[in-house]
């Protein structure tokens, strides 16, 4: 009987060499593109209007996308350097044992973005199914888009960036078809001077924090992809200008439907079908092609990294195993349809607090003390315990997370602030590791100083 695995992923927690590595800067570029023009991000551009009035909403997503970045690139750029997913990262931060928790608790969160994407995919196809034939049947699509999901995923990274390529490019011709509508069938200078919500509790600087959040919820996958990355300026450049093109075309699609939405009296929306199906149900079916790529080329991604984050804790596993598994799992779960968009707020809102905590951690030991380098075959075995700390756990950056995502929680559900949480806990934590880490080393300066002055002064005597 032959292998029907054999053509499957092989992907595993080991270092990337640089001679297998597969990215160049269309590729990373293409990537970055399909993970951020995504569903989830549209609709959290409808968040933004009537909150906000529209030149402003455009202004804060193009301003917290291009500061939100910068730590997302800082981030993937220790997975280009040092060939590791981003799981595997962690351990040099947190020690060899004290990663599993991060890990754990990523692949739970990322087969819940699964879930939630899907069901907003299988909406948009059905209202396009719909528009067409009149045949409607909204299990039946979140199913098909999961399948088609779990179908690539399983193929590796390979699969993945093959696929990114293809669906990038048809999601920018298609986004512009979409917007070049838009702008043209419904009164833009009326979204223009629309008036922003009365007593909105979202003021400019809480929808700066949710845009730069959205960069956050990235970080914890980031060096899954860009350890593919042939060179450090390829990783970093094609990451920063794809993720800065996709949230803007995505946050921006999301606050203009919202707009033109209210204005034509409809219930408000983040969905292009909805609002262009209406008059026009060929370039419905394009607007939900758009959202049904944006989807697949997304949890494709989500899948992957779970995947991996499982892999972190589960080395000696074969890949499709997990990725099967966890995408069946996926499956199931974006059936449970409209709770998933209810808590999709909060959702956002504890990812803050789980991971900005994290992310902070592991980029001010990289790059502050451990001065730009994880040995990758050792911290991946752990044979001489570099990153073993106390009891493969280090005791301080457990503090600082700990700090870090009370902090988050404090200010994020029971009292908010009129900044946000987000921007305010990376800085906490970030501060609160450093100090932990500074007084450990000059601790053990100490402990040394003193070692050598009792030696000298046996000596002497």
């Known amino acids: 009987m032959s292998d029907f695995t054999k053509n499957f992923g092989r992907d595993s927690v080991q270092p990337v060499s640089m001679d297998g590595r597969s990215m160049g800067f269309f590729a990373t570029f293409s990537l970055w593109i399909g993970a951020n023009v995504v569903v989830t991000t549209v609709y959290t551009g409808m968040l933004l209007v009537p909150a906000l009035d529209y030149p402003t909403a455009i202004m804060v997503i193009l301003l917290g996308s291009l500061i939100g970045a910068v730590p997302l690139i800082l981030m993937g750029n220790i ?83 093959s696929t990114e390529k293809v669906v990038a490019t048809l999601m920018i011709l298609l ?3 979409v917007f070049g509508y838009l ?25 700066f924090d949710i845009v730069v959040a959205t960069a956050f919820s990235w970080m914890p996958t980031v060096c899954d992809y860009n350890r593919n990355c042939v060179s450090e300026k390829t990783g970093m450049m094609g990451t920063y200008l794809g993720y800065n093109l996709a949230t803007l075309i995505a946050m921006g699609l999301g606050a203009t439907v919202s707009g033109f939405s209210l204005m034509e009296n409809m219930t408000q929306t983040y969905d292009p079908v909805d609002l262009i199906g209406r008059s026009h149900p060929v ?44 995408g069946i799992i996926s499956i199931v ?4 349809k409209s ?18 905590p994290v992310v902070a951690i592991v980029l001010v030991d990289y790059y502050l003390f451990k001065r ?35 902090f988050a929680y404090c200010f994020s559900y029971i009292h908010t602030l009129p900044t946000g949480a987000t921007i305010l806990t990376f800085i906490i934590t970030a501060l609160v590791y450093g100090a932990l880490m500074k007084f450990s080393v000059q601790e053990r300066r100490l402990s040394g100083m003193t070692k050598a002055n009792n030696l000298q002064g046996r000596f002497s005597r």
């Open 79 to 161: 997975g280009t350097r040092t060939g590791l997913p981003t799981m595997i990262v962690t351990k040099g931060a947190f020690g060899d044992r004290g990663a599993v928790l991060p890990s754990a608790v990523n692949a739970i969160i990322l087969i819940g973005w699964t879930w939630i994407q899907a069901y907003m995919a299988g909406l948009s196809l059905d209202h396009a199914v719909t528009y067409l034939t009149g045949y409607s049947n909204i299990n039946l699509f979140t199913v098909v888009t999961e399948i088609a999901v779990v179908a690539i995923t399983i193929y590796g990274h390979r699969g993945i960036e």
């Open 175 to 177: 986004s512009v078809i």
């Open 183 to 207: 702008f043209t069938a419904f009164d833009f200078g009326k979204l223009i001077h629309m008036a922003a919500e009365k007593n909105s509790n979202m003021t400019a600087m809480v929808a």
């Open 283 to 326: 370039l419905g079916f394009v607007a939900a092609i758009v959202i049904f790529l944006s989807v697949l080329s997304t949890n494709v991604m989500a899948l992957y990294s779970a995947t991996m984050s499982y892999l972190a804790i589960f080395p000696r596993h074969r890949f499709w195993v997990p990725a099967l598994v966890m």
């Open 333 to 336: 779960g974006a059936l449970l």
């Open 339 to 356: 709770w998933l968009l209810e808590h999709f707020q909060n959702f956002l809102l504890m990812i803050g607090t789980l991971f900005i």
């Open 372 to 406: 730009m380098h994880y040995d990758g075959e050792e911290i991946v075995t752990g044979q001489n315990k570099t990153y073993w700390y106390f009891r493969g756990v280090n005791p301080r950056a457990y503090a600082a997370y700990v700090a870090g995502a009370v």
